[in-house]
């Protein structure tokens, strides 16, 4: 079993639509998690991260961590064409000093 | 302020040839790190350092080595290089202190070994 899995293919949204992404990890000591985004031929870059159980919300994005089942999920409300790219999950277990990476899953804005 | 600063860019390698990847960043960091990206792979670890002088093998350490030659300084080493270590390498750093630190990566250095 991967240790962090993004498993769903490309995901085209229409403009001003809602996507939602999701991750799963396989290791319950994981504490820390993060969504990273990456246009092409660009380095990744933190949109958001979460630690707690519950909805974190930051302008148009919103990270939802369920620890019990072992998922954490990105919501980009009111899609627009600049938010076409790959987005990365991540996670981390306090201590291990090292960060796992899903593939990542890549979003299409259709204006 | 620059943040984590890749040398170089590009770069075209014949099999067996070697070659240095270089990485600096000026944000005090204690720990960094090299990934590499492949298509459908992912971000892999490669090797990290947690502080400087200390180094540990990562996913996929194999054919690398890495110097952590001081705080602001971490460089990847390819001694023979190989065709299966075409791909994109990003350097990262993050500051340790918490662990919601994120990690601030380079521009990447797209490397082809033909």
């Known amino acids: 079993q991967k240790e962090v899995e993004q498993n769903s293919g490309p995901l085209s949204v229409p403009e001003g639509a809602i996507a939602s992404l999701n991750c799963t990890y396989s290791d319950r000591g994981s504490q820390s998690f993060f969504w990273y985004r990456q246009y092409s031929g660009k380095s990744p870059e933190l949109i958001m991260f979460?630690?707690?159980?519950g909805d974190k919300e930051d302008g148009r994005f919103t990270a939802q961590l369920n620890k019990a089942s072992q998922y954490v999920s990105l919501l980009i409300r009111d899609s627009q064409p600049s938010d076409s790219a790959t987005y990365l999950c991540?996670?981390?277990?306090?201590?291990?000093?090292?960060?796992?990476f899903g593939k990542g899953n890549q979003v299409v804005v259709i204006p | 302020n620059a943040g984590v600063t890749q040398t170089p860019k590009f770069q075209v390698l014949k099999t067996g040839q070697s070659m240095t990847l270089q990485c600096a960043q000026d944000m005090n960091h204690n720990s960094m790190y090299w990934y590499r990206q492949d298509p459908g792979m992912g971000l892999r670890l490669i090797y990290y350092?947690?502080?400087?002088?200390?180094?540990d093998k990562g996913e996929v350490p194999n054919g690398y080595n890495v110097s952590r030659l001081n705080k602001r300084e971490f460089s990847l080493r390819l001694e023979s290089a190989a065709p299966s270590q075409t791909s994109v390498y990003f350097c990262a750093s993050s500051d340790e202190s918490s662990y919601n630190s994120p990690l601030h990566f380079g521009n990447g250095t797209r490397l082809t070994v033909t």
């Open positions: 350092s947690a502080s400087e002088g200390t180094t």
């Open positions: 991540a996670v981390i277990r306090y201590g291990n000093n090292r960060l796992a």
């Open positions: 979460i630690y707690s159980n």
